[in-house]
């Protein structure tokens, strides 16, 4: 089945310790992306990877890091989380740039709070 | 800064009735429009994309482009209670990272 599979699907952590969030797509995709979504908001481009070693800004990437070391895995790095980064996070694939082909298909989402 | 912008709602529509969601956007230079379902507590699906002016027809799913009008809508015909949800409009820009930008998203509640 073709799937985004992200991990954990929650998680509560304290200010300042170090978290990752695992994203993984088993459809050979090039385009991967994280989103955050807030109320009122909406859904937020983090980062995006093009593909391999290939990574680059979204609108919001304060307090991020993210790595593309295999095709298949984006992983979400927060080095020292903040109350504020408190939200619901979308992973993404699409075969090409998401703008340029039919979207992109999303993770199930992990909600994460921060304490 | 490109913005994508949509009415919260929340839409009521009586079963059986078309429900009309309607999105606008900023960037005249917009080339692909997406509309996402979400249902509450999970992930966003596409339901429909269209690229070009005019009418775009997918089952009980019809999604319109004003390119002039910078304006994209989504109608639902025979609305069920299954399309409750939240219906995000979406749009591509190609140039700085080839990237959707979300609107907020329409609520739609179909009654029975």
């Known amino acids: 089945e073709a799937q985004v599979t992200q991990n954990p699907r929650y998680l509560i952590t304290v200010t300042g310790k170090k978290l990752t969030v695992t994203c993984s797509q088993n459809m050979n995709h090039e385009y991967m992306s994280w989103y955050r979504q807030d109320p009122g908001l909406g859904l937020r481009q983090i980062y995006y990877s093009m593909n391999v070693e290939v990574t680059d800004k979204g609108d919001v990437p304060e307090g991020y890091k993210v790595s593309r070391k295999e095709k298949r895995n984006f992983p979400l790095i927060l080095e020292s989380p903040s109350p504020n980064q408190t939200s619901l996070y979308f992973c993404?694939?699409?075969?090409?740039?998401?703008?340029?082909?039919?979207?992109?298909?999303f993770g199930q989402g992990t909600r994460l709070t921060v304490v | 800064q490109k913005e994508v912008e949509q009415n919260s709602g929340p839409l009521s529509v009586p079963e059986g009735a078309i429900a009309s969601l309607n999105c606008t956007y900023s960037?005249?230079?917009?080339?692909?429009f997406f509309w996402y379902r979400q249902y509450s507590g999970k992930s966003p699906e596409l339901i429909m994309f269209i690229y070009s002016n005019g009418d775009k027809e997918d089952g009980r799913f019809t999604a319109q482009l004003n390119k002039a009008s910078q304006y994209v809508s989504l109608l639902i015909r025979d609305s069920q209670p299954s399309d409750s949800a939240t219906y995000l409009c979406?749009?591509?820009?190609?140039?700085?990272?080839?990237?959707?930008?979300f609107g907020t998203g329409t609520q739609l509640k179909v009654e029975l």
């Open positions: 960037d005249r230079g917009s080339q692909s």
């Open positions: 993404a694939s699409s075969l090409g740039a998401p703008a340029s082909v039919a979207g992109a298909f």
């Open positions: 979406a749009v591509g820009f190609t140039g700085g990272g080839n990237k959707l930008t």
